[in-house]
């Protein structure tokens, strides 16, 4: 291939949206030039809440881009979900500076999806884009590149090239044909399936009336209330709002009919919902709210309908989110997350790398474990390779 060139970005729009999306395709919304551009125009990743954009492209000696990644140059690890604090400590209480680094990732989004955006066709390899990161870095002086929630083509052809492999664990759903919820429900053993059962027929007892929007018909005054839910959630987790106000009308100004609000309302009057992005084959659970005390509500509108709506628009899958071992007896089974890290100083990549291999085997062993507790009937355990 001819000589490459390595450019970062401090806005994404100084990369046109056509030649991002024709390396970042349309299977994953998280990566899309859309979201990215509402993440930064919201003032979502700003200098405020310390993701400042650097996205890399590499481009051909004739200005050619044939790969992008959406990177951020960070002073603390918080929004990430793939918890390096204890890294940063170490490094720094031996004299090191581990920040700012660079992180590739979707902002504030734990959902696995390509990181390294290769246009297809150009004959590039994942490890010549991570090549460039790392070299960037060093030029940069900084002292790490992590890649989070990446795809495991990814992680394996980045651990092959020496980066630092991670595992995690997410639960997910995947749609095995069904053509309807209680087929769904058909698949689990009797205790869960009354379990659900219940769980459904009690939330529903609440009073409440239940609304799935999508695309245009969400309109300015349900973000107006949504956002009240999402700083409700963050009050109650003592967390950060790094979302703005603007970020949610945003993402649905330029997402369109990705983007699928489920609401709870009362009277008329919206009192809970859970966001959702539509991938090609993939729903993904986002952000959650509520202004109440309501039975099951949360497993209703974030997990239950996320799966009514999965069925009946033919997904293959539900990601939703976070953590959360209680999603397992509702069909949420446990799936490994991946990450890849390159450590510019050996002390700390030698250290960090051996307490990487002790935390997958360990993190093999939980997935192993909570595989065990899948509510499917025998013969119907929908098994994740890690």
């Not at 993440?39 to 650097?54: F, H, I, M, N």
């Not at 002073?75 to 990430?80: D, F, I, L, M, R």
């Not at 500076?97 to 504030?108: G, T």
């Amino acid at each position: 291939m001819t000589k490459l060139s390595l450019t970062l970005h401090s806005t994404i729009h100084e990369i046109e949206a056509a030649e991002w999306d024709a390396c970042g395709g349309n299977k994953n919304p998280f990566v899309s030039h859309a979201f990215l551009s509402a993440v930064e125009d919201s003032g979502s990743a700003s200098a405020r809440t310390g993701w400042l954009p650097r996205h890399a492209a590499l481009r051909t000696a004739n200005g050619a881009l044939v790969a992008v990644a959406p990177m951020y140059a960070k002073g603390h690890s918080y929004g990430e979900y793939v918890f390096d604090h204890g890294w940063a400590r170490a490094f720094q209480q031996a004299g090191g500076e581990y920040y700012p680094k660079l992180q590739v990732a979707s902002p504030f989004s734990p959902v696995t999806g390509p990181r390294l955006l290769i246009r297809p066709g150009v004959g590039l390899a994942h490890a010549d884009l991570a090549r460039a990161l790392t070299e960037a870095c060093r030029e940069l002086e900084l002292s790490s590149v992590h890649i989070t929630f990446c795809t495991r083509d990814e992680y394996t052809a980045l651990g092959d090239a020496g980066w630092l492999q991670r595992l995690g664990v997410q639960f997910h759903w995947q749609n095995r044909g069904y053509r309807s919820f209680d087929e769904f429900l058909g698949a689990l053993n009797a205790r869960k399936r009354k379990s659900l059962r219940r769980e459904r027929r009690d939330a529903q007892a609440a009073g409440l009336e239940f609304r799935t929007l999508r695309g245009t018909c969400i309109e300015k005054s349900h973000w107006k209330a949504f956002y009240k839910f999402y700083e409700s959630t963050v009050d109650r987790k003592w967390g950060s709002a790094y979302l703005t106000p603007r970020f949610f009308p945003l993402l649905s100004e330029r997402l369109g009919d990705s983007v699928v609000l489920m609401l709870a309302e009362q009277q008329g009057k919206p009192v809970a919902g859970a966001l959702n992005l539509a991938g090609d084959s993939t729903l993904y659970g986002r952000n959650w709210g509520c202004l109440g005390d309501y039975p099951f509500l949360h497993f209703e509108l974030c997990y239950y309908r996320a799966l009514d709506f999965a069925i009946a628009n033919g997904f293959a899958s539900v990601e939703a989110g976070a953590q959360g071992e209680h999603k397992i007896q509702r069909g949420y089974l446990p799936t490994p997350t991946y990450s890849v890290h390159w450590i510019a100083h050996p002390g700390l990549r030698g250290a960090v790398s051996e307490h990487l291999v002790h935390e997958r085997r360990a993190m093999l062993a939980e997935i192993a474990a909570l595989e065990q507790l899948s509510p499917y009937r025998q013969g119907e355990e929908i098994s994740a390779d890690p």
